[in-house]
């Protein structure tokens, strides 16, 4: 950083100094929304100097999400081969009774009313799940098949490791042909008649630190009701384009149902509502100005889905706050438009984790390393052979 | 005139309701929306019973019943 950039921070903070203020019960902690509001009043500098972490939160369908799951051996014991919870297929690749629950994982071809996300919010509300495995069977590990219900509690592990969660924003998708679409962001009724966007603006975690100053590896975060960790940069993170994402990790048996629910969306599959919250410190002036960014002020794209090529038309750029605001102008037509998103839930995940933060039981995590924001997605640039 | 008495209205269970919206962007008459909250609203006397919001709904909360004129 160069010495005028330096000049020109005035108001910087430590992880420290922010922790001891969390312990003592002095740090002032707001949510995104509030955050715009001392800004607008009291400007920057204030809120630099008096605002020690802006709490974010964010609640959507999250397809890369799943958990990791070790169940304790029978005797004799089984290397599972294959594994079903609740009729819904798990990976395994792993040890022996390691296996992986994917959330959009579907218990039949025919219909998705179950699947990977019904299971773990099943596991959350204390239901019995039946755990069925097949195996050939070895010398060291004879038996051939298992068929056990089990609860949450019967697991040793039960580890929820999603690989790409909280993106940065999501584009508002729209249909300009002349039949329904089922998409995985909904219904889309032909001839522009609706649109549907995700994520949820102003609220967003990512969109507060889009250069990384303070999101890394080690950060403590809300995830699904619990505390949980992020662990790296997620799949497809495309921090150049707008669209970054996290992986996380965090232990299920912690977790709320309230913020971990199984999604089926018609046409397309099953999916999970995963609740996300990050805290950022407010460390400097820059952080405070992402800090109170408004829906105004955040951008993405209308999108036409109804080609089924990668590079759909891109309409026009628009804003969260029209976007929020239930409807939109495309080629002068009022269209309206519903998020897949819930803000309502984005704002208790904020508030709860404000909460925690000012009850002293959450203090902030310093990142071992930030994620890159230098890198950016690419499409497959093969040949098919 | 439509028979109010054969329409199937619609049952939204808040127990399973996650807020998102996808139902509002199936609802032509406005029965469905959004209160000041950000949660869903639902206007039973605006509902016309097309039905379009169950089979959006992906958690499943919105179901149908038929109004009984006894």
């Given at each position: 950083?160069?010495?005028?950039?330096?000049?020109?921070?005035?108001?910087?903070?430590?992880?420290?100094?922010?922790?001891?203020?969390?312990?003592?019960?002095?740090?002032?902690?707001?949510?995104?929304?509030?955050?715009?509001?001392?800004?607008?009043?009291?400007?920057?500098?204030?809120?630099?100097?008096?605002?020690?972490?802006?709490?974010?939160?964010?609640?959507?369908?999250?397809?890369?999400?799943?958990?990791?799951?070790?169940?304790?051996?029978?005797?004799?014991?089984?290397?599972?081969?294959?594994?079903?919870?609740?009729?819904?297929?798990?990976?395994?690749?792993?040890?022996?009774?390691?296996?992986?629950?994917?959330?959009?994982?579907?218990?039949?071809?025919?219909?998705?009313?179950?699947?990977?996300?019904?299971?773990?919010?099943?596991?959350?509300?204390?239901?019995?799940?039946?755990?069925?495995?097949?195996?050939?069977?070895?010398?060291?590990?004879?038996?051939?098949?298992?068929?056990?219900?089990?609860?949450?509690?019967?697991?040793?592990?039960?580890?929820?490791?999603?690989?790409?969660?909280?993106?940065?924003?999501?584009?508002?998708?729209?249909?300009?042909?002349d039949h329904i679409l089922h998409t995985y962001m909904g219904k889309l009724l032909p001839n522009f008649q609706n649109g549907t966007f995700g994520?949820?603006?102003?609220?967003?975690?990512?969109?507060?630190?889009?250069?990384?100053?303070?999101?890394?590896?080690?950060?403590?975060?809300?995830?699904?009701?619990?505390?949980?960790?992020?662990?790296?940069?997620?799949?497809?993170?495309?921090?150049?384009?707008?669209?970054?994402?996290?992986?996380?990790k965090g232990d299920l048996k912690k977790m709320d149902p309230d913020f971990i629910s199984g999604a089926s969306i018609k046409g397309y599959g099953?999916?999970?509502?995963?609740?996300?919250?990050?805290?950022?410190?407010?460390?400097?002036?820059?952080?405070?100005?992402?800090c109170a960014i408004r829906d105004e002020e955040i951008f993405t794209d209308v999108v036409d889905y109804s080609t089924g090529e990668l590079n759909?038309?891109?309409?026009?750029?628009?804003?969260?706050?029209?976007?929020?605001?239930?409807?939109?102008?495309?080629?002068?037509?009022?269209?309206?438009?519903?998020?897949?998103?819930?803000?309502?839930?984005?704002?208790?995940?904020?508030?709860?984790?404000?909460?925690?933060?000012?009850?002293?039981?959450?203090?902030?995590?310093?990142?071992?390393?930030?994620?890159?924001?230098?890198?950016?997605?690419?499409?497959?640039?093969?040949?098919?052979? | 005139?439509?028979?109010?008495?054969?329409?199937?209205?619609?049952?939204?269970?808040?127990?399973?309701?996650?807020?998102?919206?996808?139902?509002?962007?199936?609802?032509?008459?406005?029965?469905?929306?959004?209160?000041?909250?950000?949660?869903?609203?639902?206007?039973?006397?605006?509902?016309?019973?097309?039905?379009?919001?169950?089979?959006?709904?992906?958690?499943?909360?919105?179901?149908?019943?038929?109004?009984?004129?006894?």
């Amino acid at each position: 950083m160069s010495e005028k950039n330096k000049r020109e921070i005035k108001y910087e903070k430590t992880y420290e100094e922010i922790n001891q203020k969390i312990i003592s019960g002095e740090a002032v902690v707001v949510t995104a929304e509030e955050m715009i509001n001392i800004v607008e009043k009291h400007g920057i500098k204030y809120a630099a100097k008096e605002v020690d972490v802006v709490t974010t939160g964010t609640f959507g369908a999250m397809c890369s999400s799943g958990a990791f799951f070790n169940i304790g051996q029978p005797d004799p014991p089984i290397k599972m081969e294959r594994v079903f919870l609740n009729g819904v297929e798990a990976y395994h690749g792993n040890a022996a009774a390691d296996f992986y629950l994917g959330v959009t994982k579907s218990r039949s071809l025919d219909n998705y009313d179950y699947g990977g996300g019904h299971v773990l919010e099943d596991l959350l509300k204390g239901e019995s799940i039946q755990l069925t495995a097949e195996s050939y069977g070895t010398d060291c590990y004879p038996r051939k098949s298992l068929e056990v219900n089990v609860k949450l509690e019967d697991f040793n592990q039960a580890i929820l490791l999603n690989p790409r969660n909280s993106m940065e924003r999501y584009v508002c998708a729209v249909n300009s042909s002349d039949h329904i679409l089922h998409t995985y962001m909904g219904k889309l009724l032909p001839n522009f008649q609706n649109g549907t966007f995700g994520g949820v603006g102003e609220l967003s975690p990512l969109i507060h630190d889009p250069s990384f100053q303070t999101i890394g590896v080690g950060t403590n975060i809300f995830l699904g009701g619990a505390q949980g960790l992020i662990i790296g940069e997620g799949t497809q993170h495309n921090p150049m384009g707008g669209y970054s994402t996290l992986m996380v990790k965090g232990d299920l048996k912690k977790m709320d149902p309230d913020f971990i629910s199984g999604a089926s969306i018609k046409g397309y599959g099953n999916s999970c509502f995963i609740g996300i919250g990050v805290p950022i410190p407010v460390i400097n002036e820059n952080i405070a100005r992402s800090c109170a960014i408004r829906d105004e002020e955040i951008f993405t794209d209308v999108v036409d889905y109804s080609t089924g090529e990668l590079n759909r038309p891109i309409l026009r750029k628009i804003s969260y706050a029209e976007l929020k605001s239930g409807s939109i102008d495309l080629e002068g037509r009022k269209i309206n438009v519903a998020p897949t998103s819930s803000i309502y839930k984005a704002r208790i995940i904020a508030d709860t984790l404000k909460k925690w933060i000012q009850e002293g039981t959450f203090t902030l995590n310093k990142p071992w390393e930030l994620i890159p924001s230098k890198t950016k997605y690419r499409a497959l640039q093969k040949e098919d052979v | 005139m439509i028979d109010i008495q054969s329409i199937e209205k619609i049952n939204l269970d808040f127990s399973r309701c996650v807020h998102c919206g996808l139902c509002l962007s199936a609802c032509k008459t406005e029965a469905l929306g959004h209160d000041f909250e950000k949660r869903i609203l639902f206007r039973e006397e605006l509902c016309i019973g097309c039905h379009l919001c169950i089979e959006i709904c992906p958690r499943g909360a919105i179901s149908s019943f038929r109004l009984n004129s006894n």
